[in-house]
């Protein structure tokens, strides 16, 4: 069975950085794209970035472009988020979701929760 889960999640001040990362577990995930989207409170869910399964090629939100760095590790089965320059705006659940034929998603993560306070 396939898992994705992330971790990382936590409360911090603006301004602060934190870094989230989703472990893959039961399929190499080596040629699929990843990425991450994001769940305000009262908002639908939103694409934050993307990596493709070689991480030759990155795509961002424009509202995280510049703070947010997406990386994967394939030996690991590992795919991080390093957000930086948080805002409280960036409050949501964070969800790592796979797919063989991005965008189409086969695999979602159960999420984790970043809460940036002003």
């Known amino acids: 069975q396939v898992h994705l889960v992330e971790s990382g999640g936590g409360s911090v001040q603006a301004g602060d950085s934190l870094r989230l990362s989703c472990a893959a577990s039961?399929?190499?995930?080596?040629?699929?794209?990843m990425g991450w989207f994001r769940q305000a409170p009262g908002k639908d869910r939103e694409f934050v970035a993307t990596?493709?399964?070689?991480?030759?090629?990155?795509t961002y939100a424009d509202s995280v472009k510049g703070r947010f760095t997406i990386s994967r590790d394939n030996a690991k089965n590992t795919m991080d988020l390093q957000m930086n320059g948080l805002k409280p705006d960036d409050t949501a659940v964070y969800y790592c979701?796979?797919?063989?034929?991005?965008?189409?998603?086969?695999?979602w993560g159960k999420g984790t929760l970043v809460t940036v306070s002003s």
């Open positions: 039961g399929r190499p995930f080596s040629r699929s794209a």
């Open positions: 979701a796979a797919g063989r034929t991005w965008p189409d998603i086969d695999y």
């Open positions: 990596i493709t399964w070689n991480s030759r090629s990155t």
